[in-house]
């Protein structure tokens, strides 16, 4: 008798898992069915309590949600695309649901027993439910949750979380629809951009290639990094100084030390140094007139002989041991 009494004991708790392995397959069944036509499934608290049902042979991933502006759930609204973007492309990839997960959105306009149930105050709350039976069960059958701390995650993040926390299974590929209405921008703009370079070159192209615009730009250039523009600008350093007498100076003192306004003086000498130069080498070599040409000749050196004498004075200023000197600047 004892042993009749265990034969049927035991008879009873394989049929009792036999039905419950049935009942986890219907629902799956079901459910496949209806995330065939739309997914993530829109769930209400009845079909959210029968998905979730222990035992189940499969993975639920369900975001719980507030869409009504009421809520005033800003994050909730960012997320959504993301989520049926991530629903949509495992869905279509794993056509036989070999990966046996299944989508799934709770509002919580047809959700709120069971927000209360859970004891949530804020959403979006996303919860990925594994298998309690079958060949991928877990132990712990408490959902795991995503943390929106960091803010909406993107559908890449969601997916590789998934695919991190379902092992041992297939992972469709996560594919974005083409953005037709970027792709129409970016022609749009190209075609555009095109029209206008055609349209304008033969007024453009010959100030871009004029020599004596380069030479400007190039001198300009050249004049502002030999000056110490760019020293001025990584040290950040003064305009000007005061001379400890009431007054201020121009010139900071030592050749690792500079003024701003002292950058400005420099450059202009330079310049007109090289203005100087430019003017003996090209414009008075062209001038019919000798005579003119010895006058020029001579004020132009004069001024190249003057700034040079006033720029080693410069030099002295910063290293009182400098040894040349011309006049008028001893």
């Known amino acids: 008798m004892r042993f009749l009494s265990t034969l049927a004991s035991g008879c009873a708790l394989v049929a009792s898992a036999f039905a419950a392995e049935e009942t986890s397959q219907q629902r799956f069944a079901q459910f496949t069915r209806i995330s065939r036509l739309t997914t993530p499934i829109q769930l209400n608290d009845a079909s959210y309590k029968s998905l979730t049902a222990s035992p189940r042979d499969y993975a639920v991933a369900i975001v719980l949600t507030a869409q009504e502006s009421r809520f005033g759930c800003q994050l909730c609204r960012d997320f959504k695309p993301e989520w049926e973007l991530v629903s949509q492309s495992w869905t279509k990839g794993d056509r036989r649901q070999e990966s046996r997960l299944l989508f799934g959105v709770l509002d919580f306009t047809e959700g709120r027993d069971t927000f209360l149930s859970l004891g949530l105050q804020t959403a979006p709350v996303l919860m990925l439910f594994p298998p309690t039976t079958g060949p991928h069960a877990v132990a712990s059958v408490e959902p795991i949750r995503y943390d929106f701390n960091t803010g909406s995650p993107s559908a890449e993040q969601v997916h590789a ?24 921008s970016v022609l749009t703009f190209l075609a555009g951009a095109v029209t206008v370079t055609v349209s304008a070159a033969p007024y453009v192209l010959p100030i871009i290639q004029s020599r004596n615009l380069w030479a400007a730009g190039s001198m300009i250039a050249i004049l502002l990094f030999t000056s110490g523009h760019m020293f001025n600008h ?87 041991s400098y040894p040349f000197s011309l006049p008028p600047f001893m």
């Open 161 to 184: 979380w998934l695919t991190r926390n379902l092992p041992d299974r297939p992972h469709p590929e996560l594919k974005r629809p083409i953005n037709w209405l970027k792709w129409a």
């Open 234 to 320: 990584i040290r950040k350093v003064p305009y000007v100084a005061g001379d400890g007498k009431g007054g201020i100076t121009y010139f900071a003192g030592g050749f690792q030390s500079q003024l701003g306004l002292e950058t400005q003086i420099i450059a202009a000498m330079y310049g007109l140094l090289s203005f100087c130069t430019i003017a003996l080498a090209t414009k008075v070599p062209r001038m019919t007139n000798s005579k003119s040409q010895s006058v020029v000749v001579l004020v132009w050196g004069a001024i190249m002989f003057f700034m040079f004498s006033f720029l080693l004075s410069v030099f002295r200023i910063k290293n009182a």
